[in-house]
Nanobody, 111 residues
Framework: QVQLVESGGGLVQPGGSLRLSCVVS????????LSWYRQALGNQRELVAQ???????NYADSVKGRFTISRDNAKNTIYLQMNTLKPEDTAVYYC?????WGQGTQVTVSS
């Protein structure tokens, strides 16, 4: 059974940092482009960042320079380090690989 399990969300003040983690089933982790998406209330789901099996990365313009996606091949895990968070980063963040999605983790940026 393929699983993607996110963790690390929470409430943070503007300017703060959070790191999200996603543990991915091995077959998906080793063969698929892995991505973080987010969906704010009332908005469409949008791509945040991607990482290839070879470690190549891609970012949405809105997060470039603030967010970093990475992968730990020994742990079948990808991460999203989020720095200098803004209220507009508030959303449910989803991990995605191929046709599979995680359940999402809430990130709230508020004072």
């Amino acid at each position: 059974q393929v699983q993607l399990v996110e963790s690390g969300g929470g409430l943070v003040q503007p300017g703060g940092s959070l790191r999200l983690s996603c543990v991915v089933s091995e077959t998906v982790f080793n063969n698929k482009l892995l991505s973080w998406y987010r969906q704010a209330l009332g908005n469409q789901r949008e791509l945040v960042a991607q990482i290839s099996t070879g470690g190549r990365t891609n970012y949405a313009d809105s997060v470039k320079g603030r967010f970093t996606i990475s992968r730990d091949n020994a742990k079948n895990t990808i991460y999203l380090q989020m720095n200098t968070l803004k209220p507009e980063d508030t959303a449910v963040y989803y991990c995605q690989g191929g046709e599979y999605w995680g359940q999402g983790t809430q990130v709230t940026v508020s004072s």
